[in-house]
């Protein structure tokens, strides 16, 4: 699928556990502003190549081409994650990682922080500049009469929130979702997909999904995948037609 702006190259990527291939020869780009889903079956490789992307799994073959803003073309797959992460890549994973001994808006305000040294975030107060960042962020995920609470006292949908504002709390150019819906209700689905849909403005994102109402109600594009390999592209009206795309994941219920 040809991409106009991409901010992300994934080209020729295989990885390997020992013996066993689990991403042969993957190639997708992901546009700038874009959400695009990833699909398919359990152990399909999905989150194997988003961990690939943050620099969590390391590459056997090909590159990872992040065009950063302010960096330029980068080869992800020859970085650490730490570095990735300043880059502009953010990663979000399945279980939320919020810190739960200190405050929703400490929350933030150490995510925040945390972008720019740890000295920042140890010794100084954050600039007005920042404060009202902080601010923004807290309303934009609909947490600002809680800031005061601890995550503790959260739904587990207002956590999942706490966390996708902690990513943007960084500024991130790429965001990965690793199934960010799981466990919610419908109303939380919902409110998620709004959130991701204001956050594409800034950002592109890539999500790895089963909600496939989720998926058509959010995604630009999704890639499918199937025993680590790109099985179909495109959109999701388009992808739904494929039979095989049926045979082996959206037909099975
Ligand atoms: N660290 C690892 N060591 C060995 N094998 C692994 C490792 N991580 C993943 N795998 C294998 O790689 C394959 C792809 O797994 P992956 O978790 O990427 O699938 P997935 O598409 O994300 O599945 P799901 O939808 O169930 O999360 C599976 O066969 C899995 O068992």
Not at 78 to 105: C, H, N
Request: hydrophobic share 35%.
């Amino acid at each position: 699928m040809e991409v106009k702006d991409p901010v992300l190259d994934i080209q020729d990527v295989s990885i390997k556990f020992g013996d066993f291939k689990a991403i042969k020869d993957v190639s997708t780009s992901v546009g700038k502003n874009e959400i695009r889903f990833f699909i398919g079956p359990n152990g399909a490789g999905k989150t194997t190549i988003l961990d690939a992307i943050c620099g969590k799994n390391k590459v056997s073959d090909g590159h990872i081409i992040f065009h950063s803003d302010k960096d330029g073309d980068k080869d992800v797959t020859k970085m650490r994650e730490y570095k990735i992460s300043d880059l502009g890549i953010g990663r979000k994973f399945q279980a939320p990682s919020v810190f739960g001994g200190i405050t929703i808006e400490e929350n933030i305000e150490l995510a925040v922080a945390r972008k720019h040294s740890i000295y920042c975030t140890t010794f100084l107060k954050l600039s007005k500049e920042k404060k009202d960042y902080m601010n923004y962020v807290l309303e934009f995920i609909g947490l600002q009469d809680k800031r005061f609470k601890y995550p503790g006292s959260l739904s587990h949908g207002e956590k999942q929130w706490l966390e996708i504002g902690m990513l943007m709390a960084a500024k991130p150019q790429l965001m990965l979702l690793d199934e960010p819906v799981a466990g919610m209700g419908r109303k939380e689905t919902e409110k998620t997909a709004e959130l991701l849909k204001k956050i594409k403005k800034d950002c592109s994102i890539i999500v790895v999904e089963h909600d496939m109402q989720f998926a058509k109600d959010v995604s630009d594009t999704v890639t499918v995948f199937h025993e680590g390999q790109v099985l179909d592209e495109g959109t999701m009206e388009s992808v739904q037609r494929n039979q095989k795309v049926i045979d082996v994941y959206l037909g099975r219920g």
